[in-house]
């Protein structure tokens, strides 16, 4: 039986790969395989396969930010790709995104382009 924090983590993944698929028109859907060592991210998007998304739920926040920004950094290394960001799910709904500087200065320049 699944513990109740992988539980509430297995679903805000959904939530998150739901909400960005509407955002976006994009196919989402969860990877498998969370905490291995060649980590990619929570999320596949077939669009945009090189795109790490983390997704945290905890109920303390300013933790899951951290954990969130930190994790998509780490894994955008395993994947070999600059574009990342994490989504971080809040005690009663709604969403903030989170991204290092660096991360920001990829989005940034690429939207100039």
Known sequence: MTNPS???GDRAELEA???IADLTG???RRKLGAGRADDTGDLHI???PDLIVQV??????????????????AQAINAVSP??????RHPGGGWT????PDAMAVWIREALL
């Open 83 to 88: 574009f990342r960001f994490g989504m971080v």
């Open 6 to 8: 992988k539980q509430k």
């Open 46 to 48: 077939a669009e945009r």
């Open 56 to 73: 945290k739920h905890f109920r303390d926040v300013t933790r899951a930010v951290r954990e969130a920004r930190d994790g998509a950094d």
């Open 17 to 19: 790969a739901r909400l």
């Open 97 to 100: 995104c989170v991204a290092s």
């Open 26 to 28: 994009w196919q989402v």
